[in-house]
């Protein structure tokens, strides 16, 4: 089964600043989905930015942008010009493939963002 | 308009209870999936459906069952409830195939007392 691995169990930031969640997968696929998704205290998982393994080109949504790199099995996140808002448990996901298609989470990285 | 919805959001209930969890989703996915997360914000696969069929049945005690009476829902029912399936419970969609991003429910936290 595919392995999601979230080192970070918890980051913090300044308000305006950048910040890196990390996060590696292991897979024997060549084709895959990444997600990074993210869960405020309303405990609603919110889908942040997506990313196609055949893609070369790492996606990017306004702030949120990922660091795709496919040999290293790496995809972080970059969350620009933090705000408080972005507080929030972070949660990085494989989809399979194979195995019925499921969606595999790391353990999360909470994020707090300092004023 | 609500993309996937659980029912209830809270619940309480006494060790030994039966109870269900209802969803639907509007969406027009063909794939449905049940996850727990513990205290500890761990998400766990436990169920998936494809076309109201269990593709994916985890390791879970038999005391949970899904039941899926067409491909826009997906109830989750538990027997003889324990103070360790006291947790949040999510269910989500996705297209079938593969690709698209999973669509959450607002969850429902269940607390056995």
């Known amino acids: 089964a595919q392995t999601v691995t979230q080192s970070q169990p918890e980051m913090s930031v300044q308000e305006a600043e950048t910040v890196t969640l990390s996060c590696t997968y292991d897979?024997?696929?060549?084709?895959?989905?990444l997600f990074w998704y993210k869960q405020p205290p309303s405990r609603q998982m919110i889908l942040v930015i997506r990313?196609?393994?055949?893609?070369?080109q790492n996606a990017t949504e306004n702030r949120f942008s990922v660091n795709f790199q496919k040999a290293a099995k790496s995809f972080s996140l970059k969350i620009s010009d933090s705000q408080l808002g972005d507080a929030a448990m972070y949660f990085c996901?494989?989809?399979?493939?194979?195995?019925?298609?499921?969606?595999?989470f790391g353990t999360g990285t909470s994020l707090t963002v300092i004023p | 308009d609500t993309a996937v919805s659980q029912t209830p959001k809270y619940l309480v209930t006494q060790m030994g209870n039966d109870k269900s969890i209802k969803c639907e989703q509007n969406l027009g996915h063909d794939t449905m999936y049940w996850y727990k997360q513990d205290s500890k914000k761990f998400l766990k696969i436990m169920f998936s459906?494809?076309?109201?069929?269990?593709?994916i049945n985890e390791t879970v005690p038999n005391r949970f069952s899904p039941k899926s009476p067409d491909k826009a829902h997906l109830n989750l029912h538990i027997n003889s409830l324990e103070l360790g399936d006291s947790a949040v419970y999510f269910c989500?969609?996705?297209?079938?195939?593969?690709?698209?991003?999973?669509?959450f429910g607002q969850g429902t936290r269940l607390t056995v007392v």
């Open positions: 989500a969609s996705s297209r079938g195939g593969w690709g698209g991003e999973a669509f």
């Open positions: 459906y494809n076309n109201k069929e269990l593709i």
């Open positions: 990313q196609e393994a055949y893609k070369q």
């Open positions: 996901a494989y989809r399979s493939t194979n195995t019925g298609n499921q969606f595999y």
């Open positions: 897979t024997s696929e060549s084709d895959y989905y």
